[in-house]
C-alpha cells in the first residue's frame, strides 16, 4: 500500500510538471509582466523569474522576493502630524504601500496564463499613526516638564544637544506603549551629523561621536519622571554629572545602556523639546481628560557645569 501511494504521488508530480511545461511551452523572453503605476512602468518579470531553475513551476520564494522588490518601489511612509519650531501645526501626510495579497493573485494568474500583460500595481493608503485632530488633543495639557543647563560655546556638544533634542521631539506615546532613547535616537553616526566633542561634563559617558547625548536622555528622564510616567530602564553614570542632581541622570550608549519607559495612562503623552540658549527643555503634555499622578522631582543646577579637555578641568562660563 505504501508503494502505490507513493506512486501516487509522483504520477500527482509529474501531471503538474507536465501541465506547467504544457502553459510554458510557447513561452519566450518577451513574454513578461509589466507593472505599472500610472504610465510608469515600475518593474517586470518573466515566468522564468518565477520558476524553480530545473522544473517550470512557480517558485513561492522568488514570488515572494519580488513582492519585496515591489514594495520597496513604491512604498512611501507616512507622516506623522507635528508642531513647528515656531508653534504651527503640520498636519500629516498619508503614506502609500503595496497590496501584496492582490499583487500575488495577478502575478499567479500572469504565470499560468499564455503571453506577455501588463498591470497596474495594486496600492494601498498607509495613514499616519498622528493625524492633526489627535495632536491637536493631545498638547492641550502640560503635565512634566524639565530644565538643564550647558554651556553652548561647546560648540561640537551642542550641536549633538541639538540633534538628539530633535529626534525625541514630536514623539507621541499611546496608552501601553513604550519608548526606547536609544531606538527613537538611532546610532550616532557622522552621516547622521553627529560629531566628536572632546570636551565633555565631568562624568559623563562620552561615545567618541555624539558627545553631550547623555544630557539629553537624563532631561527626559526628569520630566517623564515628574509625569508619572512607568520608568522601565534606566542606568545611571559611574560618577555625578553635574547638569542634574545626584542620581538624577540616565546614561545612553549605542549598544549599551539605553533610556526605556511606557505609557501607564489611558491617553496618548506627547513630547516636545526645545534647545536655546544654553538650556534643554522637555516638556510632556496630553489631553485634558488625562488623570495622570505626577512625581516631585528636584530641579538641575542654573550654573553651567565644569567640563574636562584632555585631562584638565576648564570652568565653562
Known sequence: MKWISLTGIWLSIGLLIIQAGGMLHHDSSEDRLNLKKGEETIASVTRSDLSY??????????????????????????????????????????????????????????????????????????YPKVDSELLLTIMEKPIGSYVTYFNSRNKNRA??????????????????????????????????????????????????????????????????????????????????????????????????????????YNQPILIRTWVNGGMVTVSIFSSETIQHSPRVVPGASQDVPEEIKDGAIEKAG
Open 53 to 126: 531553475t530545473a522544473f517550470p513551476l512557480l517558485d513561492e520564494e522568488k514570488l515572494e522576493q519580488w513582492l519585496q522588490h515591489v514594495h520597496d518601489q513604491v512604498y512611501r511612509e507616512p507622516i506623522n502630524a507635528a508642531i513647528g519650531s515656531g508653534g504651527e501645526l503640520r498636519p500629516g501626510e498619508n503614506g502609500q504601500g503595496l497590496d501584496k495579497e492582490r499583487m500575488s493573485e495577478q502575478i499567479k494568474a500572469f504565470f499560468y496564463s499564455r503571453g506577455s500583460a501588463e498591470i497596474q500595481i495594486p496600492i494601498i493608503i498607509l
Open 159 to 264: 550641536h549633538n544637544i541639538v540633534l538628539a533634542a530633535k529626534a525625541i521631539n514630536n514623539a507621541v506615546l499611546f496608552p501601553g506603549e513604550s519608548f526606547s532613547f536609544n531606538g527613537t535616537v538611532g546610532m550616532r553616526t557622522a552621516e547622521k551629523g553627529y560629531v566628536r566633542a572632546p570636551i565633555i561634563v565631568r562624568g559623563e559617558l562620552s561615545e567618541g561621536i555624539g558627545g553631550g547625548i547623555c544630557q539629553v536622555s537624563s532631561t527626559l528622564f526628569n520630566a517623564i519622571d515628574r509625569a508619572g510616567l512607568k520608568i522601565v530602564e534606566r542606568y545611571s553614570h559611574s560618577r555625578h554629572v553635574a547638569y542634574v542632581p545626584p542620581g538624577r541622570d540616565a546614561t545612553v550608549s549605542w549598544g549599551g545602556p539605553d533610556f526605556v519607559f511606557s505609557n501607564p
